[in-house]
């Protein structure tokens, strides 16, 4: 991939915001999450920095995909996985379809002020019984009159308590489970929404994350996004963008924390010589930045790919193997340095240590590794049932 002037002038914006409004906060919202999405959010919109490739006629910047790949990469080099996950949901995960399948007056209504930094967005897919089998979801928007009536729960819901509105998938019709599943816009001041304590997760935990349960909430159904019964297949659709979007964080977050434990190694003295200075050790930094760069490689590849649109199913397939190597990546790099801090790898507000929790979300979320290898194995033709 060949990066411009442009592309260098956003990563620079980008890496000045992580350094100056979130990196010397971020103990503070660990300790006491969440973060102030909509007080963090209106200055990222204020640069533009929600809206990069979104339309311009709603306030984006209307630049391709790479642009956006730049920007999550260098939000990756947060201190912590879980502002980075926050604004990844609000640009990659619960806007995407509005702004390719939107009706104007909702993209108008919500689209911009969420480019703007005004509203903070959610993606409500996942529930209780359904995470990863997206198929399986049993909450119903049943027609009503002009509304949709929903009743139903959302599990693991990131942002859910200070979002404005939902992206949620749900169940329109008594047909075939892949058909019978809209994308409908829902207001959070809607009568009948109500939210659990925020969950008590493993990491992310400057995020904030809950269940949202919906009991005969009526909104109109002017706020479909796209086609009713569509929504299965836009959802496929939002979730490319968000697995590529989370392998390029994972490359900048990665890249931090082999920087910071060969700065660690370099400097920490045991049996008379620096750590780094054991072959062990220094070897694995260079097998550890190769898979690193191997990944990088994959996730550009992956980018032009999706741009370029000639082969969906090629790049369907390479954002899943973005996806796949990104979460198991992470959980090597992590563990490897993590060992090499020794007990202060151990203590909870270590840099590594939280990268170490915060990152095993990404084998989990957004698609368990395993769904990832069924994806894959269907592109390449060898899944039971499926002919290459």
């Known amino acids: 991939m060949q990066f411009t002037q442009e592309h260098e002038e956003l990563r620079r914006t980008v890496r000045n915001f992580v350094d100056h409004e979130i990196n010397p906060n971020v ?35 209307g630049l391709d995909y790479s642009y956006n790949l730049v920007a ?31 009706n104007e007056a909702l993209c108008k209504e919500y689209l911009v002020p969420a480019i703007k930094g005004e509203m903070v967005a959610s993606i409500a897919v996942s529930e209780p019984g359904a995470g990863s089998d997206v198929a399986n979801i049993k909450t119903r928007a049943s ?61 992310m935990r400057s995020s904030d994350t809950a269940q949202v349960f919906f009991d005969n909430v009526k909104v109109p159904q002017r706020n479909l996004i796209g086609a009713e019964g569509q929504g299965f297949m836009i959802q496929m659709m939002q979730f490319q963008e968000e697995r590529m979007w989370g392998a390029a964080n994972a490359i900048g977050g990665l890249d931090s924390v082999i920087s910071a434990t060969i700065e660690y190694t370099q400097q920490r003295d045991a049996f008379g010589q620096k750590l780094i200075d054991n072959q062990v050790i220094h070897f694995r930094f260079a097998e550890l930045q190769t898979e690193l760069e191997a990944l990088r490689a994959l996730v550009y590849s992956t980018c032009e790919q999706y741009i370029n649109g000639a082969n969906p199913q090629h790049a369907l397939q390479l954002a899943s193997m973005c996806k796949l190597k990104a979460g198991r990546l992470a959980r090597e790099v992590t563990d490897s340095c993590l060992q090499y801090w020794g007990g202060m790898g151990y203590m909870w507000d270590n840099l590594v240590s939280r990268s170490y929790r915060d990152s095993r979300l990404a084998s989990i979320g957004g698609g368990a590794d ?10 390449m033709g060898i899944f039971p049932g499926t002919k290459p």
């Open 72 to 102: 999550a990469e260098e939000f990756g080099r947060a201190h912590c996985g879980g502002v980075p996950l926050a604004i990844g949901v609000q640009t990659d995960m619960a806007t995407p379809a509005l702004a390719r399948f939107g």
């Open 370 to 379: 395993e769904v990832m290898l069924g994806i894959i194995c269907k592109t």
């Open 27 to 61: 103990e503070q919202w660990e300790q006491q999450p969440p973060f102030p999405a909509h007080e963090l959010f209106k200055k990222l919109g204020d640069l533009g920095l929600l809206g990069i490739s979104k339309p311009e006629p709603y306030g984006g910047m």
């Open 143 to 203: 027609k009503q009159g002009d509304d949709y009536v929903i009743n139903g729960s959302k599990m693991w819901i990131t942002s859910s308590t200070q979002a404005d509105w939902y992206c949620l998938l749900a169940n329109t019709s008594d047909d075939a489970k892949h058909k019978n599943k809209s994308l409908i816009l829902v207001p959070r001041d809607a009568a009948g929404i109500t939210l659990s304590q925020p969950l008590d997760k493993l990491g």
